[in-house]
């Protein structure tokens, strides 16, 4: 069973940054793509960024593109999300996820085809 262990998040003002991290236990097939989603109160679990290990394609959101970046260090199976330039818009639970390969863009943003998953930390952005 792969464990997924975020840290990072917390209070920020508008126009800050903060970063993420999300640990992995192992990697294994099943663990093909890392993935951050976030969830707001009252609203579904949105996908933010993706990016697989052997490779430096990485997907974003239209709503954060140009403001985070998702990057991976192999070496510690370890995922980062940097947001720069925070927006009241972004306060959010975000969570760290993991998956198999995506067939299409429509999978790659389904947060029910990613088995692994963080237990999520709040990010909040003041105005």
């Known amino acids: 069973q792969v464990q997924l262990l975020e840290s990072g998040g917390g209070l920020v003002q508008a126009g800050g940054s903060l970063r993420l991290s999300c640990a992995a236990s192992?990697?294994?097939?099943?663990?093909?793509?890392m993935a951050w989603f976030r969830q707001a109160p009252g609203k579904d679990r949105d996908i933010v960024a993706r990016?697989?290990?052997?490779?430096?394609?990485?997907y974003y959101a239209d709503s954060v593109k140009g403001r985070f970046t998702i990057s991976t260090d192999n070496a510690k199976n370890t995922v980062y999300l940097q947001m720069n330039s925070l927006k009241p818009e972004d306060t959010a639970v975000y969570y760290c996820?993991?998956?198999?390969?995506?067939?299409?863009?429509?999978?790659?943003?389904?947060?029910?085809?990613?088995?692994?998953w963080g237990q999520g930390t709040q990010v909040t952005v003041s105005s």
């Open positions: 996820a993991a998956g198999p390969p995506a067939r299409t863009m429509t999978d790659l943003s389904n947060p029910t085809l990613y088995p692994y």
């Open positions: 990016k697989t290990w052997s490779s430096e394609n990485t």
């Open positions: 192992e990697r294994t097939s099943t663990v093909y793509a």
